[in-house]
Each structure stands twice: as C-alpha cells, then as structure tokens.
C-alpha cells in the first residue's frame, strides 16, 4: 500500500510519485528541490505478559477497534529502542510492569504498512490496572481468552503461538504475515 504524500516536508513544494535512478522503485520526489522522500513501514511493540497460566489483556478504549481485546501494543516512538518501546505501551494500556524475556513474535501487515514486534515477558508482582486506552485489563487462561472479540490479526497471532509453544515446552521467535499465504 502506498503513502499518500502530497508536498514536500523540506520546501514545500509538490511532490511526484515517479522512478528514481539507481533505484528499485517508485518514490516521492520534490519537484522543485529535487529531494527524494523515502517512505517506510510503522513499527508496532508491544508484549503478551503473563503470569502464572494466564495472560494478560486490554479492551480498547480507542479505535481502531474500540471495544475489542487486544495485548498491550502501540507505535514505536522516535528515539526509542523496541524494547522499551514495548514496556512503556504495557504501561500506558496496562499499569503493568515486566520481566523481559525475548521476542514472541515478528508479524508482518505489508497492505498497512506495519511490522508489529511482540516480546514476551512475565508480569511482575501480578500488578496491573487499567491504563487510559483501556476500558478493561483482566488475564485469562487459554480456554477463557475471548477469541471472537480480539481486535488484530498480530494479537491473535502471538497468543496462538505462545500457547503452542508452551504446550510443546518451547520458546521460540514466531514470523507471520497476514493475510498467510
């Protein structure tokens, strides 16, 4: 999916969506001071925390998809590394701190234009609380996660393959992509 981009962040001027030499691609060049506009996919962070058999949840608050349950995640913020990128979202939409423990999952929405980084981590002193962007933090075993109500395809995603793995005594770095092919 391609970026709208209509002027340029350096002049002002229009930009054109056209060839660029030495390039594989289209992009974003400045009519009038010839810059060349590189644009590049969002980065999603966020953590499936757990503790004891259950993990942890949000009910948006927000939209996209106000209402709906997802693991605490949100934009990385520039100057920012991925990790703690992903502890100040369990925060923000969790009042939860954790214990980080690696990458879960890697999950690619290319039509959007995002890569969502998923880490894992336990939940520290089983504390947590509503945040801003929440309208309901709670955790949940596997059998009581409300699958038909969870608001990204990446949550889904993680919390299938964190329950795989712990059923096969594993922990691994999962990649998806949606849709899959």
Known sequence: MMQLMRYCSDCGSEVQFEDVESDNR????????????????????GALVYWEDKVLLCKRAI????????????????GECS???AAREVMEEAGAEFILEGVLAVYNLPQANQVYIHFLGQLKDGQ???????????????EQIP?????????????????EDR????SKTHIGKFPEK
């Not at 506009?37 to 962070?45: F, R």
């Open 167 to 170: 059923k096969a005594g594993s």
């Open 83 to 85: 990790e703690e990128g």
């Open 26 to 45: 289209k992009r974003f060049v400045c009519r009038n001071c010839k810059t060349i506009h590189y644009t590049n996919p969002k980065i999603v962070v």
């Open 128 to 142: 947590y609380s509503n945040g801003p962007e929440s309208i309901e933090t709670a955790l949940f075993t596997e």
């Open 147 to 163: 699958w038909n109500e969870m608001a990204f395809t990446s949550s889904y995603f993680a919390l299938k393959k964190y329950f």
């Open 63 to 78: 939209e996209p998809r106000k209402g709906y349950w997802n693991l605490p995640a949100g934009y990385l913020e520039d």
